[in-house]
T-cell receptor, first 115, second 112 residues
Framework: DVKVTQSSRYLVKRTGEKVFLECVQD?????MFWYRQDPGLGLRLIYF???????EKGDIPEGYSVSREKKERFSLILESASTNQTSMYLC??????????????FGDGTRLSIL | QKEVEQNSGPLSVPEGAIASLNCTYS??????FFWYRQYSGKSPELIMF????GDKEDGRFTAQLNKASQYVSLLIRDSQPSDSATYLC????????????FGPGTRLSVLP
């Protein structure tokens, strides 16, 4: 079974802090994704990565950065946390090529509160 | 027009009935289609995928795809209260799995 592990289920931080969310997958997936999910707004893509050290902006990258130094690990960084970044953050991963349907597999999510 | 559209619901069905969830998409070049179930406060869980026109069955779930109409649906037979969740339709628009678009989800409520 695919395992995508997010470092924290719940996290509380203060405004202005630098926040790191970590995600690790054990399936040798090339693609990794960070989403946030808010009531009424659905899943919104923040960033994705298709290879080590490669990254692409998603729909809402402002205020975030990412790091992918190893294939299995994809980190989301909130440079200076703000209250409007309070949300559920979801990491996902998938194969890039060689698989017909390439579903994304999700971690359990991190519910982040910025006070 | 949004890329992937779903009725937000809630869709209420009695226990034992068939629940029908619908999804339309705008990009004719879309390659494959996925249904995810998401319980409140949890992450999305893959139920099934389909990439050829027609029906695909997996237990109580049937996915239906009509590329000409740009329409994909999920049928849940013998609905159970445990099926109460939000169902997300997702569309893969390329061959690399990097252009994934999720619909807003339909909330299903199965009434005992």
């Amino acid at each position: 079974d695919v395992k995508v592990t997010q470092s924290s289920r719940y996290l509380v931080k203060r405004t202005g802090e630098k926040v790191f969310l970590e995600c690790v997958q054990d399936m040798d997936h090339e693609n990794m994704f960070w989403y946030r999910q808010d009531p009424g707004l659905g899943l919104r893509l923040i960033y994705f990565s298709y290879d080590v050290k490669m990254k692409e902006k998603g729909d809402i990258p402002e205020g975030y950065s990412v790091s992918r130094e190893k294939k299995e690990r994809f980190s989301l960084i909130l440079e200076s946390a703000s209250t409007n970044q309070t949300s559920m953050y979801l990491c996902a991963s998938s194969f890039k090529l060689g698989t017909d349907n390439q579903p994304q597999h999700f971690g359990d999510g991190t519910r982040l509160s910025i006070l | 027009q949004k890329e992937v559209e779903q009725n937000s619901g809630p869709l209420s069905v009695p226990e034992g009935a068939i629940a029908s969830l619908n999804c339309t998409y705008s990009d004719r070049g879309s390659q494959s289609f996925f249904w995810y179930r998401q319980y409140s406060g949890k992450s999305p869980e893959l139920i099934m995928f389909i990439y050829s026109n027609g029906d695909k069955e997996d237990g109580r779930f049937t996915a239906q795809l009509n590329k000409a109409s740009q329409y994909v649906s999920l049928l849940i037979r013998d609905s159970q209260p445990s099926d109460s969740a939000t169902y997300l339709c997702a569309v893969n628009k390329d061959n690399y799995g990097q252009n994934f678009v999720f619909g807003p989800g339909t909330r299903l409520s199965v009434l005992p």
